[in-house]
C-alpha cells in the first residue's frame, strides 16, 4: 500500500506540473510572448522535466532508467 502511495504521488507531481505548464503557456501566448523567453514557462518545463526523470528511473528499476537528463536535452538537436 505505502508503494502505491508514493507511485501515485509522482504521478500526481506530474499532472499538477503539466497543468502548471499550460497555464503559463496561455497565459504567455495570450499576452504575445515568446515562451523560450519568459522566466515561468521555462521554470514549470524544467520542473516537469525533473518530474518525469523521477519516474522514468523509479519505473526502471533494472538500471536502465535515466535520471541523469534535465530540461536542456529538449533544446538539442
Known amino acids: 500500500m505505502n508503494i502505491e502511495v508514493q507511485a501515485r504521488s509522482l504521478i500526481a ?6 497543468k502548471c ?10 499576452k504575445g510572448k515568446i515562451l523560450i523567453t519568459c522566466e515561468d514557462y521555462l521554470s514549470a518545463r524544467a520542473k516537469l522535466c525533473e518530474i518525469i526523470s523521477q519516474i ?21 538537436t
Open 21 to 30: 505548464l499550460t497555464s503559463v503557456e496561455i497565459r504567455e501566448k495570450m
Open 56 to 76: 522514468n528511473q523509479i519505473a526502471n528499476y533494472c538500471g536502465r532508467g535515466r535520471d541523469d537528463l534535465d530540461h536542456s536535452i529538449l533544446l538539442e
Open 13 to 18: 507531481k506530474a499532472i499538477d506540473a503539466e
